[in-house]
């Protein structure tokens, strides 16, 4: 069964602190990974799509990378704001199936 | 980026009415809409794919006869929550792929719909 889970399931941290977001996958076969924002009753903000072929993606303060041969994702988050709070989500294309499978998400909270 | 809109945002129904939830992509054709079902706290569930002019796929739990998805267009689909219940109460996201573009791979979110059932 494919899965993709997200740690820490939470996180709290102060305004300045780079931090780091973990997603992992249970199969290395993968089309793309794409990392999401998600503020509270809200839809989803595409923040960063990684190809299979790529080992990383930068935008701005984010940068996400990916090891498909360990199955795992980190979006690395430099200098985080207050603005930086909500939950990310992370989701795998796996093929066969041809459908994105979300992670389990990570509510980050950035304390002024 | 492209931009999907779903409508409404918000609704408060009274158990055993239909409601109909629009999604629709506004500046690309999406020939594949999916529709994604959320819990308080918890990750996005696929409940279904919807493919223009055909019948859509449901996930494995999901009745079919309870979330009609119509996807008449290439840029709309429809899911209507019939003889809705209180445990239909959940967030309904939308998403449509791109498959125009060069970001043919992304998916693209509409803000999603709070639904309510008293």
């Known amino acids: 069964k494919q899965e993709v889970t997200q740690i820490p399931a939470a996180l709290s941290v102060p305004e300045g602190e780079n931090l780091v977001l973990n997603c992992s996958f249970t199969?290395?076969?993968?089309?793309?990974l794409q990392w999401f924002r998600q503020d509270p009753g809200k839809g989803l903000t595409s923040l960063l799509l990684?190809?299979?072929?790529?080992r990383e993606q930068t935008s701005g303060r984010l940068n996400a990378s990916l090891d498909k041969s360990s199955g795992r994702s980190t979006l690395y988050i430099a200098a985080s704001q207050p603005g930086d709070s909500a939950t990310y989500l992370c989701?795998?294309?796996?093929?066969?199936?041809?459908?994105?499978?979300f992670g389990t998400g990570t509510r980050l909270k950035v304390l002024a | 980026g492209a931009v999907v809109s779903q409508h409404p945002s918000r609704v408060i129904c009274k158990s055993g009415t239909s409601v109909k939830i629009e999604c629709r992509s506004l500046?690309?054709?999406?020939?594949?809409m999916f529709w994604y079902r959320q819990f308080p706290k918890q990750s996005l569930m696929l409940m279904a794919t919807?493919?223009?002019?055909?019948?859509?796929?449901?996930e494995q739990g999901v009745e079919k006869d309870k979330f009609l998805i119509n996807h008449a267009s290439l840029t709309l689909s429809t899911l209507t929550v019939t003889s809705a219940h209180p445990e239909d109460s959940s967030f309904y996201i939308c998403?449509?792929?791109?498959?125009?573009?060069?970001?043919?791979?992304?998916?693209?979110f509409g803000s999603g719909t709070q639904l309510s059932v008293l």
């Open positions: 919807s493919n223009e002019g055909s019948k859509a796929t449901y």
């Open positions: 199969d290395s076969a993968i089309y793309n």
């Open positions: 998403s449509a792929r791109d498959q125009q573009g060069l970001t043919n791979e992304k998916l693209f």
């Open positions: 990684i190809q299979s072929s790529q």
């Open positions: 989701a795998v294309l796996f093929p066969g199936t041809y459908k994105y499978i």
């Open positions: 500046d690309f054709q999406a020939t594949t």
